[in-house]
Every structure is written in C-alpha cells, then in structure tokens.
C-alpha cells in the first residue's frame, strides 16, 4: 500500500487514526492498534515477507539483548552476528542476482527472487538498533513487539526515512504521555500528498515521455528501439525530461518524507527531517548533507566514521570516502549503474575538496549551475539500469550523438508542461516555508488576522489539498513510488 | 513556530472531509462500475483465492478496485482534468512523442504473395481467428442466394484491434489520428487494385477508388502535418491514384471533402468521418462515376443526441475536446437491409441509438461492421448493382447507395472471408465495385495483405 492511495486515504488511514483515537490515554493498547495497522499495511503489498520483516526484527531483538549482556568484544561478536545475518538476507533479496551475474550467466531460480518492499530501509534501521545498543547510545528494548513496531511502522517502514531506535525510543515506548500536534501534523501530511500526486505525478510521466517509460526500459528486446530513441532525443528535449525526472524524484521522494513525518506528529511521534532543500546547494558536499539526510547520517555515523573517517591517512580518508559512496550507490538499487552514480559523486566531492571548493565559493551562480548540471547528468547515470543507455542519453544532453538541437515534440511537450515545471520548481525551494514565516510573524498577535491566517493555513489549504488530490488519485494510474524498489 | 501550541480544532475540517468521503467510499451502491469517459467497465472486486492472497494480487486487486470505482468518479476525473490543463498552454497536445515512421516499422521485412495468383494468402495455422473474424458463410450472409464451391479464405489471425490508427494528437477541442505515408504500401495498394480493376474490366465491371480520409489529413493546415510527422493525404492519394491503372476510376475524396472543412464532416473524439462527411464523398463518387446525387434535403434529417468516440481517452486532455453529435440523414424509398452476422435478417441501415449511453454511438450505421450486409431499393428494380470494400468509415457513408442502386452489398474486409471479391461480382452480378478503405488502411501491412487476398 502506498500513502498516495485512494484505499489507504480513504480506508487505512482514517480507521488507524480512529482506532487510535479510541485508546487514548493507554499507551500500551496505542502501541499494540499501531502494531496491527503497520502489519497490515506491510503485508498488503507483500503477504509473505512479513514473516521476514518479523524474522529480521526478531534477529535484531534477540542480539541487542545479547549484545547489553556481554561484555567487552562479546558485544562486537552480537553485533557482527545481527550485521552477518540481516545483510546476507538484504544480500539474498537485493543483490544475488547482481553477485551471480559477475561469475556468469543468473541461474533462473536467482533471477526470480522478488524484492522485499522496504527491506534496505527496515534493516538499517534494525542495524542502527543492535549497534546503538552497543555502544551504549540506546537502551536495549526488553518487548519483542516493540522492536517489531519500531521496524514496522507503517510511517516510515517502506520508504523511510531512516529512523534510528535513539530518536523515537522514549516517544513511543518512554513513560511520558505523548503529546500530538494533531494540525501541524495534518498540514504536513497534506502537503506532502499534494506534492506526490500534483506535482510529483505529472512530472514522472513527462519525464517517461521524454526519457522512456519504466516498461520500455524493462523490455532488453527492444534495446535497439530504446537506443534510438535516446540517440535521436533533441538536445532540449533530454534536458526538458531529465530536469523533469529530477523534480519528480525529488518532490517524490520528500513528499514521501513529509507524509510520513505528518502521520508521526498527528500520534505524537517526531522524525527527523530527510530532505532540506537540496537543490538549493551550491556544492555536492552540500547537496548531500541536504538530500535524503538519514541515509547521508546512516553511512557517516555507522560506515564511514568506523573506518575512521577523515581523521586518519590522507589515502585512508580517500578509500574511506570511497566505500561509502560505492555502498551509497548500491543501496539504491542492484545494478552497476546505481555504483557508477555514487562513484560520480564521490569524484566530484573530492574535486571539491580539493581546489574545485575554493572555486566554486567565488561565484553563486556558477556553483549552482555546477551543482545542478553534476546531479542532473547523475540522474541520467540513476535513470538507466542498462548503462549504455545512460551514456546514449548523456551524450544526447550535450548534442553528441548528431542529435538535433530541438524539434516539435519538445516544443509542445515544454509548452504543455511550463506551468507545471514551474510549480514543481517553486516546490524545491523554499518560497513557500519563507511566505509561511513572513506571514505569521506579520500576523502575530494580531487578534483575528492572527486567527484568520492560521484558518486559512491550517483549515482551508489541507482540506483543499486533500480534495485536489484525491481528484488527481482517481483514476490515475500513473501512482508508483519510486523509492519502493530501494 | 511552536506547532504544540497550535489548536488542534484547525484540523477538523480535515478530519470531517476524511471521514464524510471515508464513509461514502464504503457505500457500495456509489461506486461506479462503467467509466463513460474511458469507454471501459471498471475493475470489479477481486475472486479470493489462497494463491491469489499469498502473492499480493488479492489485494493488489483490491487497492486497483477501490481506485478504479470510486464513488463521484467523472466529476473527479473532471477536476483532475481541468487541472491538467494548468500545466501548460499549448493547443497542440499528445501522449509520448511522435513516430517518425510509417505506419508499420516493420512493413518492409512482410512479404506479400503475387497479386495475380490464385492461391490464398498463407498464414499461420496454429492460431486461431476471433470469434468476429470467423469465416461467415455467404449463404447465411446473403439470404435468396446460392453459394458456389470455390476456393475457401483462411481468415487472419489478426485482431481488429490490431490495426494501426495512428498515435492519438489532440489539437484544441478536436482529437485525431496520426498518419504518414507508407511508399511502399502505397505501390502495393495500388498494384493491388490495379490488377483487379484490369480484370474486371474485361467483363465490364467498373471499379471506383474512392478512400475515406482522416480527418487530420483535411481539417489541419498543411504546415502543421509535416511537424506532428504527418503525410498530406491529398499527395498520398494522388501518389496512390497516379500508379493506378486507367480501368480505375479515381474519386478525390480528399479533395472534396476539404473544400466543405468548415462544415461539421469529422468527429472530435472519434477517428471516423461524420455522416455529413461520407456525404461529401458519396457525392464525389457520384460525380466521377456519372451518376447523379441524391440530395441531402431528400433525405430525413435525424440528430440522435451527444456521442463519444475512440479518441477520447487517448489524447492528454479528453475532457477538453467537444463533445459530438450523431447526426444521420436517412434516405428514403422502399429499401430493405439484410445482415449477416451469424444469424441474417432485416435489420434497419441507420438504427436509433438515441435513447443509448454516448459511447460507440457510431455503431448505429449499417448493423455495425457486420461482415456483409444487402440493401436492396426496390424502388430501384431495373437499377444496377454495387459492391461497395469497405470498413467501419464505410458504413455511414454505404446507405446513400440505395438511392442509385437496385442492390448494394458492402462487405466489411476485417471480417469477410467467404469468397474473393472477384468471385462475388460475377456470382451478384454486380455492376460497380466501390473501394473504399479508409486511408490508413491503405498504408498498413495487416490490411495490404487482406487486400491482396479479396482482390486476388
């Protein structure tokens, strides 16, 4: 199930809220209503991989709680336990077709080994709790079912973000009563199911219009076709779809984020933010410390801090960096292009740690211009599994493939979506949190226009999202979240 | 700002808007279960099954269900339309990019038997027709008439929705078809009918081409055909024409039809002319075969109410295109119609389907691509007869054929495999052969090869 379903707005949500709203005052039944909703919403999409999501929590629970018994290096051989056997089942599920491909040709019982929904997310958040135990950072979690909660919960269970056991320990299983922003938390939620379906949407499928669809991406026999498409794709026209494609993945992905963060502080539950204007960057160090936040956390304070970060050997900070982006690539999807798109970053991040950091601090708009130009040509690295395809498209960005300039059908695409590139555009900055704050400090203490500003803001736009997008949600078969096959 | 300390009274709208279309959404009763503006039956609630609800598609099927039928779901669509319509500002819309190609990528690798033999085009046996494209006997088809052995058609495997209508353009309120020329489909349409019009000839049976165009290749300025990669199809038939034998006499209905393009003679949501159209290109036809035209104010004039069609649903915006009329212009006399369709009968040549949902209004012409259909004038006795070659394009514009024929047979190529259409002259001693497929059909693989095997 997705959030930005008609089932899950009209059916799921309500009754979980409700549900919910019936055991106030008693924590325990609280946990237990969002134990049995996060289950059902898991085993929706995927019936018989909740048995692994609660053999994966179990593993997790069992070696936290070996882990705070042991002493000395008894708790690293818990934690090397809790890592080898929840990655070597992310590593059957994710990557054995990507592993076997390497020695030869995919048997066919790899090839049909299907994806867990949410597992790269879930196992790291697991892994988070079982070494934050180990370090004496959390505090080990004596319930079973609340370790499975904490792995399944329908917020941030499939597609994040990467929420670690030490943020919402002591909100969702701590002795103090919760304390729900029931509003916040719905101009939240609504804002983000705005972004998904009214802008997000559209933008994805002009994108596919200029770039391929998913589908004929999938089909290998039609390589030749898909190549001389992309060959043949105008200059402005790979730019028109790959700028598409990265408002789409963005606005997506946030919109993903924000639901969830929404949905938590309705209960009374705070995430942290994952996503922070990223496009607004000038630099990829700051791109990355401002897109998807808890996986950029995850791999700085579990991988590459571990290894020894920078505070060691030049060359040792180098292949420190290294192995974060190579894992940072793979964790977004078992293909070799997916490794080339983290390597693409690591160069550049280490070109600016050198002189390109300096430079690029001289001039604002080349610094953007930069930023924008490495992350978009690296959605194109992102975009194609079959990497000849990638490069094709790249080349086409930039006129190589004897591509013309521009044509007729990039004229009436660009034409037809204008308005909507140029909302999604004002969507990735944050004119809308700057509007938000002038306006209520003008209005603040104001008396009625006080009143009258929080109507509108909290009454009136939700609901005219809601309603907006719901009208976008039916019928609309173009719905898929992109960050599900992560 | 501290969210904590803002009233949580603000978020009851939302939650009573959640609640009010929550408890509606249960309603079972609401919830739709045709989509008038899709042409479609919408997702039915799926069968349980154990292996079903252990792979997901049980509620796979659900969430697709509770989607698909959700209740108020035109007036939802409606605003989503109108929002789509913010994105941008152009008249010009389409789905995906435009083919460059010809209709068929593949046209050049299908080969194609010689026209002059006898034998029938070879197809695969393994696979078997569609119910609709089964052979039809002539005797059920044409009742009165009797059947002579000759060699049996074997009908193509292929669906009718198969053939290729060309990529769905919408231009402001209008909706229409992509077509390009095919020259090598071209040189084979017109060889094709060129070696039975030769044929014919020595008995003394005409033969008329008279394609029905698309109305992309009428109503759009010239201009604008080469950018959305469309052929001009006054060149194309004038290309076709010109390669054509001189026993074929050569109806521009391209032309004629452009000359009236102010006129309402194409659908905006349908791929097919109007009946005012097929007018038009009766008259033509009647121009270049020295007959004379019945008039339009001889004939009953008959509005059946609002119509939807075919493009609609496939171009970006269907909700901006303007809504059609079926209109009709019944001709009058003693005239009977016979179908064939499995079981024959009379049946009416412009039926009412006033009182019906809009959607596929056009089957009112003609019983509805039956495979052969007879009209007979019997005010006409000593009249000659026609054969008119045709597809669904023909089916509003054959009835105007009774007021100058004794006997009309209009056989649907799609779908008539009884005989060969040289065969069928001689045995109806048919007088004229009218070849009216309509343009893209000329230019598509699956069609030339029928065509090779009805004129063979």
């Not at chain 2, 009209?375 to 009249?383: A, F, R, Y």
């Not at chain 2, 597809?391 to 100058?404: A, V």
Request: charged content about 15%; proline content about 5%; glycine content about 8%.
């Amino acid at each position: 199930m997705v959030f930005s379903s008609l089932l899950f707005l009209y059916g799921f949500f309500p009754f979980s809220l409700l549900a919910y709203g019936l055991c106030r005052g008693n924590q325990r039944a609280q946990n237990t209503v969002l134990l049995i909703f996060s289950l059902i919403f898991y085993a929706w999409g995927e019936p018989k991989y909740v048995l692994l999501l609660m053999a994966m929590a179990f593993t997790a629970w069992l070696c936290a709680r070996q882990t705070d018994k042991a002493q000395g290096s008894g708790k690293k051989v818990w934690v090397g336990v809790a890592s080898t056997v929840m990655l070597a089942l992310l590593g059957h599920f994710k990557y054995a077709s990507l592993i076997c491909g390497i020695f030869g040709p995919v048997p066919q019982w790899v090839q049909r080994i299907a994806l867990p929904i949410g597992i790269s997310f879930y196992t790291f958040q697991l892994l988070t709790y079982v070494v934050d135990v180990a370090r004496g950072d959390a505090q080990t979690q004596e319930s079973y079912w609340n370790v499975l909660l904490y792995a399944a919960l329908f917020h941030q269970c499939i597609a994040g973000p990467i929420v670690r056991y030490q943020t919402i320990d002591r909100e969702l299983f701590g002795p103090e009563k919760r304390s729900p922003e029931l509003t916040a938390g719905v101009s939240r939620f609504c804002c983000g199911l705005a972004k998904k379906t009214l802008l997000a949407n559209p933008c994805g499928a002009l994108a596919d219009t200029m770039l391929l669809t998913d589908t004929a991406l999938a089909g290998g026999a039609a390589f030749e076709e898909n190549l001389a498409f992309l060959t043949g794709q105008s200059v402005l026209g790979s730019w028109l779809g790959i700028i598409a494609y990265g408002l789409h993945i963005y606005l997506d992905f946030s919109a993903y984020s924000d639901m969830a963060i929404g949905m938590g502080r309705m209960l009374g539950l705070h995430y942290l933010e994952n996503f922070n204007y990223p496009y607004i960057s000038r630099t990829v160090t700051e791109f990355w410390r401002r897109w998807h936040i808890s996986l950029g956390t995850f791999f700085r304070d579990y991988v590459y801090i571990p290894l020894g970060g920078s505070r060691c050997a030049p060359w040792k900070a180098i292949r420190n960096t290294f192995i974060v982006w190579c894992l940072t690539g793979l964790w977004h999807g078992a293909s070799w292009n997916f490794l080339l798109w983290g390597l693409w970053f690591f160069v550049f991040l280490m070109l600016e740690r050198w002189e390109l950091g300096k430079l690029l601090k001289k001039s604002r708009i080349l610094s953007h211009i930069y930023l924008l130009t490495v992350v978009l040509v690296g959605w194109m690295i992102f975009r194609f599994t079959d990497i000849r395809l990638g490069l094709a498209a790249i080349r086409s960005l930039f006129g190589l493939n004897g591509n013309p300039f521009t044509d007729f059908t990039t004229r009436i695409q660009f034409q037809s979506h204008m308005f909507l590139l140029l909302a999604a555009t004002v969507a990735c900055l944050p004119a809308a949190k700057l509007v938000k704050e002038r306006g209520t400090s003008l209005v603040c203490h104001r008396g009625p226009w006080e009143k009258a500003w929080n109507v509108v803001l909290y009454c009136v736009i939700p609901v005219l999202l809601l309603l907006l997008s719901t009208a976008g949600l039916v019928g609309d078969s173009y719905n898929p979240f992109i960050y599900f096959r992560f | 700002m501290d969210h904590s300390k803002l009233s949580k009274w603000y978020a009851l709208p939302f939650l009573c808007v959640l609640a009010l279309l929550t408890v509606i959404s249960l309603i079972i009763p609401l919830r739709p279960t045709v989509s008038y503006g899709e042409l479609r039956d919408l997702e039915t609630f799926p069968a349980f099954s154990v292996d079903a609800l252990l792979s997901g598609d049980y509620f796979d099927g659900i969430t697709l269900w509770f989607s698909d039928t959700f209740p108020g779901r035109e007036g939802w669509i409606d605003v989503s339309q109108s929002m789509a319509t913010l994105y941008g500002h152009s008249e010009i819309a389409f789905s995906g990019t435009l083919s460059d190609t010809p209709v068929q990528p593949s046209l050049q690798e299908t080969p194609l038997p010689d026209p002059s033999g006898d034998a029938p085009v070879s197809l695969p046996e393994e696979t078997a027709a569609s119910e609709e494209t089964q052979p039809t006997s002539s005797a059920e088809s044409v009742p009165g008439e009797t059947q002579t052995a000759e060699t049996e058609f074997v009908p193509p495997e292929i669906e009718l929705e198969d053939i290729f209508i060309g990529q769905a353009i919408q231009i402001g309120d209008t909706g229409y078809n992509q077509l390009k020329i095919s020259p090598i489909m071209s040189d084979k349409y017109a060889k094709t009918l060129s070696g039975f019009a030769d044929r014919m000839a020595e008995k003394g049976v005409r033969v008329i081409s008279a394609p029905a165009p698309t109305s992309i290749g009428v109503m759009v300025d010239p201009a604008y055909l080469q950018q959305l990669n469309c052929s001009p199809q006054d060149e194309m038939l004038d290309y076709m024409h010109n390669q054509m034998s001189d026993n074929v006499i050569k109806v521009d209905t391209v032309r004629k039809l452009m000359a009236h393009k102010d006129e309402y003679i194409f659908y905006r949501t349908d791929h097919h002319w109007s009946a005012l159209g097929a007018y038009y290109a009766y008259q033509a036809v009647c121009e270049a075969a020295g007959m004379e035209a019945v008039a339009l104010e001889d004939m009953t004039y008959w509005n059946q109410g609002e119509m939807i069609g075919s493009i609609y649903g496939k171009v970006p915006y269907p909700r901006k295109l303007k809504r059609d009329e079926l209109e009709c212009w019944v001709p009058q006399g003693n005239i009977t119609m016979y179908r064939s369709d499995r079981e024959f009968g009379e049946f009416p040549m412009i039926r009412d389907v006033s009182n019906q949902k809009p959607e596929g209004k056009y089957c009112a012409f003609l019983a509805a691509d039956a495979p052969i259909v007879h009209i007979v004038n019997e005010d006409l006795p000593d009249g000659p007869n026609c054969l008119i070659f045709k597809d669904s394009f023909g089916n509003c514009f054959t009835p105007y054929f009774s007021q100058n024929y004794h006997n009309v047979y209009a056989i649907d190529y799609r779908k008539y495999w009884d005989t060969s259409m040289a065969s069928f002259v001689e045995k109806y001693d048919i007088d004229d052969v009218i070849i009216a497929p309509y343009m893209i059909a000329t230019q598509d693989t699956n069609a030339g090869s029928w065509f090779q095997n009805h004129f063979r």
